[in-house]
């Protein structure tokens, strides 16, 4: 009995040493390239998104001392300047589409989206005089694609927009007293995430209002945003509104695309449990075989051990090709498939299907499907173990283990 014990120990080892090496690769094939293709998906659909809020300049005119030497003497003159001063927008209507759409490449998921935006902005002229103001929009992404762009000053489309470093300036003159809005249109898409941006240090928001419709229903915000003020659900997602009247805040509004489960992560991650797996099957198994006294020699352990690394293992690169829920199904069956067919020669078919198989399906299936379960899969094997435990307890309760290690009869 003891030896058969430190055979299936020095099995189990081995088995496990293969399971941390193509845990490793795996890991290796899905990040080494990661860099070029996430850079190859920015490139073809656009990165992050971080749509800025305008900024609405005031022309001031000043009076400035300037001192000019002439011949030896100093001489002071004034000079009229203009400065432009940041001045609070007097509201902002924003409407805000985002249509995910999921792409692959190598073993990876990537969250890209389209966004149709519209944003109407207030500007009014608080003093009692006409003045100039400058508006100044920047565009969310240098490097992106913004098609069908318009610019409105009230119901007049600007023509010649010239966007330089990134931005576009529109002169405004206003009287005393006097509103125009702005209205900004365009089509776009990004990665990952979209954000609204206030501005860089604390800024003050004046009559805001964001409304976002998803055609996705799992949505969440990413780390220093603000949480919708509502959020509605709609048969194909969420309309999320954000209304403030006076809001001071260094915080920014961002919504994060939801991501798919990547094959190559989760391949990873079951392959790196696969021990605790085959852990719980041998030991079950051992208690089983004991209990109705069927021989089983460390060598067919050696084999069921290799038919549960080849679950692994073929999952591992067919997830690269074909959809990874139907690379686990069949990776599934053709584990068991190997050890039952193995089994039924070594110990019969009844005990083939129902003691292997079952163990089998549990311990390696159930247990792998576990990590699709976001969340839960802690609590998933966690459980599967004190069943086992509780099992093998109740089996074992009266056996005379002390008979059972001296080998006698």
Known sequence: MLKRIIAMTFIFICTSFAWIILGTITNIRTYKYDGNLKKAVGQLWGSVQKQGAPLLLKEVKKEKEVKTIEDGKTKEEIEIVTENLPVNLNGSNINVKLN???????????????????????VKNQSLEEEKYLFEYTFPSPGGIYDNFTMKIDETQIEDLK???????????????????????YRSQGMDEWWYVFGKDVSQIKNFSLTIETDFEKIDFPENSISPTTKTKTPSGWNLNWNYLNLLSGIQIGIKMPQKINPGQFVSKVTYFAPV????????MFIITAVKKINI??????FI????????LLMAYLADLISLHLAFAISSIVSIFLVISYMRIIAGIRFALIETGISQFVYLVLFSYAFFLEGYTGLAITIACIVTLFVVMQVTAKIDWEKQFSGTK
């Not at 995910?100 to 902005?121: A, C, H, I, N, P």
């Not at 797996?277 to 079950?284: R, T």
């Open 100 to 122: 995910l759409d999921q792409r692959k490449k190598g073993l990876l998921w990537y969250s890209v989206y389209r966004v149709q935006f519209e944003g109407k902005y207030k």
């Open 163 to 185: 966007p330089v470093d990134g931005k576009i300036a529109k002169k405004i003159p206003l009287k005393a007293g006097e509103e125009k809005i702005v209205t900004i249109t």
């Open 277 to 284: 797996s085959l852990f719980l099957f041998m030991f079950l």
């Open 297 to 302: 020699h460390p060598m067919n352990y050696f």
């Open 305 to 312: 051990a290799c038919s549960f690394f080849s679950f692994h």
